[in-house]
């Protein structure tokens, strides 16, 4: 991993939405007093898995690389494979701001076998993601649904001796199923609550442990916290983790909530556990998605349903590039980025690194 010793040259490949949405100007001034600064827009289809481009948009993309020392690349750029890598001689570093969680943009292998380090920003959303996943918890323990239907009816109102007590996060233990960036950060904003916090995660390293004062457990063990929240990506090994036999591991008046992706929890067992009415759930995201329309969970009064957008706020789309300045900026000065695709990161994305 050696930077250039010349001026170096760094490319920029992505759609012209992007490059408006993300390419903050005061970001790019300064990734322009590091390098010469060079933008290719492409409008290659993508999604979050494997990126499927047309011959003549790979072609353009491995000679714009070809001028390239560092390579970075988002939504609307085709994949940068061995053929691009090949193609590249001088390239030494590759980023994806956005979207290759599960290496569906760079071929981190081969990236590695050319002597390139590659590095994946899409943890910016984490911040976010963190914030509106303690709103759930919160909203979950003062529960939230059962006061939207008092507030509209009227005869609930008169009566508050029918409303139960609601409940504080301070000093209550909270549960994380996978503890990646946004465990982490989600960890720091527990701290002010003063409650334990257990994780359920067998890639994450046990240094954690002691570095952010939280305690690693087995799943059924995290499940009987007060506040469950479930943070693993989806992977073949996740898919359906979360089941029946979990489910009944809440204790009654629990909260559990979902920020990662849906197909984690099977569906058909997570409607027979709130429908039960005993814990609250609140779920950003659903498998089915969008949640069809006469799903039962729309009309359970202890779920709140938000259509997938914990990561989305106007302050995410331009950090997803300040943050890979940063990355730029440590590799040209001789440090080590700190979001790089390592083995580690992709034996728990369920990918070979």
């Known amino acids: 991993m050696t930077p250039p010793t010349s001026r170096p040259v760094v490319g920029i490949a992505l759609s012209g939405r992007i490059r408006e949405d993300y390419l903050g100007a005061a970001d790019l001034e300064r990734l322009g007093r590091l390098a010469e600064v060079r933008v290719e827009e492409f409008e290659v289809p993508s999604g979050w898995g494997p990126v499927e481009a047309d011959e003549d948009s790979r072609r353009r993309l491995a000679g714009f690389a070809a001028g390239c020392d560092l390579l970075v690349v988002c939504h609307g750029s085709p994949p940068v494979d061995e053929d691009v890598l090949a193609a590249a001689p001088r390239l030494r570093f590759v980023g994806e701001l956005e979207g290759d969680r599960f290496a569906g943009r760079i071929d981190v292998e081969a990236a590695r076998e050319h002597d390139v380090v590659a590095v994946d920003t ?4 984490s911040w976010p993601v963190a914030e509106w996943a303690l709103a759930l918890a919160l909203l979950g323990l003062r529960q939230h649904g059962l006061f939207r239907r008092v507030m509209a009816d009227e005869e609930l109102r008169k009566d508050r001796d029918e409303v139960p007590p609601v409940r504080e996060l301070s000093g209550r233990p909270v549960g994380m199923i996978g503890f990646g ?17 257990l994780v359920h995660d067998p890639f994450a390293p046990r240094e954690l442990a002691d570095a952010l004062d939280v305690d690693f457990a087995p799943l059924e063990r995290v499940m009987g916290c007060d506040v469950v929240v479930c943070l693993v990506p989806a992977t ?21 909530v979902n920020v990662s992706r849906g197909a984690v929890v099977d569906t058909d067992a997570l409607v ?3 429908a039960r009415g005993d814990a609250w759930f609140g779920l950003d995201v659903h498998d089915p998605e969008p949640v069809p329309v006469g799903a039962p969970l729309r009309h359970l009064p ?12 106007e302050e995410a789309r331009p950090r997803f590039f300040t943050v890979m300045v940063d990355e730029i900026e440590r590799f040209l000065t001789g440090r080590e980025p700190r979001a790089q695709l390592t083995d580690a990161v992709m034996a728990g994305r369920g990918r070979p690194g």
């Open 272 to 274: 027979r556990r709130a």
């Open 236 to 256: 073949p090994s996740t898919e359906g983790m979360i089941g029946a036999d979990e489910l009944e591991r809440l204790q009654p008046g629990a909260v559990f």
């Open 122 to 125: 899409t943890h910016s959303s």
């Open 302 to 313: 202890n779920v709140l349903l938000s259509p997938h957008i914990a990561g989305v706020t």
């Open 181 to 197: 960036h946004i465990g982490w950060r989600l960890r720091e904003l527990l701290r002010p609550f003063g409650g334990p916090v």
